[in-house]
DNA sequence: GTTGAGCGT
């Protein structure tokens, strides 16, 4: 399952976010978003975790929780938006 | 500071 974790400190690292959630499960992936065209945080980052019983458990425990002095925000992702101009020729 | 990317990986 892909969750969505936001409203995050600056200060906290992909490794940070990956042991805090693995604290609820086995973690896949750990993804902090920049912005590409900046280069600077967005404050935000996704969590990924292939049993979907220890992602739900981990949302449920770290929604609202204090990060870092920051209040997360942590759902279940949705998925990523098309682009304009990429993919289909027509 | 709130829903990710990239040009051939």
């Given at each position: 399952m892909n969750i969505y974790v936001g409203n995050m400190s600056y200060n906290v690292?992909?490794?940070?976010?990956?042991?805090?959630?693995?604290e609820y499960g086995s973690v896949d992936t750990v993804n902090i978003i920049t912005d590409r065209d900046s280069g600077r945080p967005k404050g935000f980052a996704f969590v990924e975790m292939k049993d979907d019983g220890q992602a739900r458990a981990?949302?449920?425990?770290?929604?609202?929780?204090?990060?870092?002095?920051?209040n997360l925000s942590v759902n279940e992702a949705k998925p990523r938006a098309p682009r304009p101009t990429g993919g289909s020729r027509w």
């Open positions: 690292s992909e490794s940070m976010l990956r042991e805090t959630f693995e981990a949302i449920e425990a770290l929604n609202g929780t204090d990060l870092e002095g920051r």
